[in-house]
């Protein structure tokens, strides 16, 4: 990816992980990354699982981005696969140098290695700069998502 790689996220990699995920106001509220059990028994089930990637981007030994990428299999759509992009963070020190850009063109790029059909991902409805972002890639709000927390 020229002057960073992406590799799958290790155990060093959750206190960067966790920083990028509370640094704003939505993750500030959910995360808590003074305490990173949950997020390391998070990683080992992540890491079990062949359909689901959870990717880091790093320059010079440093993670400055992170996603998950997981693949679904499906009935719908003549049973295609598709994947979902979650969790996309980039270091606050790094938005703006079109790191985000690559390393969402890696996911698609994954994606259709992996023989996705469709790529989706969700966005909170409040994160209009990320809604403008997607559909400058390319991606379309076609649907309403809705969530349930349990």
Known sequence: MGDFDIRPATTDDIPAIVAMLADDPLGARRESPEDLTPYRAALERLSADPNQHLMVAVREGRVIGTLQLTIVPGLSHKGATRSII????????????????????????????????????????SRTDAHRFYERLGFTASHVGFKLRL
């Open 86 to 125: 979650e969790g996309v963070r980039i270091h606050a020190d790094e938005r703006g140098s079109g790191l985000g850009t690559r390393f969402i063109q890696w996911a698609v790029d994954e994606s259709r290695r992996l023989d996705c059909r469709l790529v989706q991902l969700t966005s909170d409805a």
